[in-house]
């Protein structure tokens, strides 16, 4: 009861306080490529993290081993106090616990808008049909697809399917959300729509993990930047700090570029 009472939400960054995820001096090898160098990150509850960097720096690596869809050579990895699952039922859990939405939108393209907010709360949460429809109509009314939900995803726009894929992970009521560059694949018309949908997601408390190029996104929503080149966390700061003064010369490289 005490659990419930507690609203991240109603406290804000004031309860950001607690590790949430925490790397601890990660390595990761592809053969003879050591992708993931010494990754050391502890990402808050509440928190929201963008992780840049030039491409090929390791951002969507380091995103999969949080889900346990890369292993890990060594360190460790822990999700609210608890180590990653090897396999199993736990593991299934661990993926619904993180939230993971990709620049491809993954949808199932054989069901419906509904059932593809539905599937992982039945199946994996065991959530009986009513409830999951319920959940998933509220769900699909927040990102603002409410209308499409009988819909095909083929039918829809990338950036309603993409919300939809936001609502999919949001159904299985994660602890934190990644999101590996999930604007990158949409038309521009239809970027700010997602970016917006994350931005109150962002406002009411989800702790979000966001590879993204959007510097605007950055900005206004990151608590903190991390800054990835070669496999390594080369810099963390606030964002007004990074972009205005960057310490490292690989940071003012890349911003000369893209800024
Ligand atoms: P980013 O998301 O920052 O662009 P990635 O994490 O996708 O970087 O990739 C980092 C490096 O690892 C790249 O050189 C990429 O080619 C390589 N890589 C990624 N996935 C694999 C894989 N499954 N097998 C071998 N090399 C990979
Ligand atoms: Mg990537």
């Given at each position: 009861m005490s659990e419930v009472s507690v609203t991240k939400n109603a406290e804000g960054p004031a309860h950001a306080g607690d590790q949430l995820v925490v790397l601890d001096n990660v390595n990761k090898h592809f053969g003879a490529l050591?992708?993931?160098?010494d990754i050391d990150l502890t990402i808050n509850r509440g928190e929201v993290v963008v992780v840049i960097g030039p491409s090929g720096s390791g951002k969507s690596t380091l995103c999969r081993t949080i889900n346990r869809l890369e292993t890990i050579d060594s360190g460790s990895i822990t999700i609210d106090g608890k180590p990653l699952p090897q396999e199993g039922r736990e593991l299934a859990k661990l993926r619904a616990d993180v939230g993971m939405v990709f620049?491809?939108?993954?949808?199932?393209?054989?069901?419906t808008v509904l059932e593809n907010v539905m599937l992982g709360q039945t199946k994996v949460r065991k959530t009986d049909k009513a409830a999951a429809e319920q959940k998933a109509r509220a769900l699909l009314d927040r990102v603002g697809v409410?209308?499409?939900?009988?819909?095909?995803?083929?039918?829809?726009s990338g950036g309603q399917q993409q919300r939809v894929a936001i609502a999919r992970a949001l159904a299985m009521d994660p602890k934190v959300m990644l999101f590996d560059e999930?604007?990158?694949?949409?038309d521009p018309e239809m970027i700010n729509e997602v970016l917006d949908t994350m931005q109150q997601l962002a406002r009411d408390g989800m702790t979000m993990v966001v590879v993204t190029h959007e510097m605007g996104f950055a900005r206004s929503a990151a608590n903190r930047v991390v800054f990835m080149a070669d496999g390594r966390i080369i810099e963390e700061a606030e964002p007004n700090q990074f972009f205005n003064n960057p310490r490292s010369d690989r940071a003012k490289d890349f911003l000369s570029k893209i800024l």
């Amino acid at each position: 009861m005490s659990e419930v009472s507690v609203t991240k939400n109603a406290e804000g960054p004031a309860h950001a306080g607690d590790q949430l995820v925490v790397l601890d001096n990660v390595n990761k090898h592809f053969g003879a490529l050591h992708v993931l160098q010494d990754i050391d990150l502890t990402i808050n509850r509440g928190e929201v993290v963008v992780v840049i960097g030039p491409s090929g720096s390791g951002k969507s690596t380091l995103c999969r081993t949080i889900n346990r869809l890369e292993t890990i050579d060594s360190g460790s990895i822990t999700i609210d106090g608890k180590p990653l699952p090897q396999e199993g039922r736990e593991l299934a859990k661990l993926r619904a616990d993180v939230g993971m939405v990709f620049q491809s939108f993954n949808l199932f393209a054989h069901k419906t808008v509904l059932e593809n907010v539905m599937l992982g709360q039945t199946k994996v949460r065991k959530t009986d049909k009513a409830a999951a429809e319920q959940k998933a109509r509220a769900l699909l009314d927040r990102v603002g697809v409410g209308t499409q939900a009988d819909k095909y995803p083929a039918q829809l726009s990338g950036g309603q399917q993409q919300r939809v894929a936001i609502a999919r992970a949001l159904a299985m009521d994660p602890k934190v959300m990644l999101f590996d560059e999930p604007t990158s694949a949409l038309d521009p018309e239809m970027i700010n729509e997602v970016l917006d949908t994350m931005q109150q997601l962002a406002r009411d408390g989800m702790t979000m993990v966001v590879v993204t190029h959007e510097m605007g996104f950055a900005r206004s929503a990151a608590n903190r930047v991390v800054f990835m080149a070669d496999g390594r966390i080369i810099e963390e700061a606030e964002p007004n700090q990074f972009f205005n003064n960057p310490r490292s010369d690989r940071a003012k490289d890349f911003l000369s570029k893209i800024l």
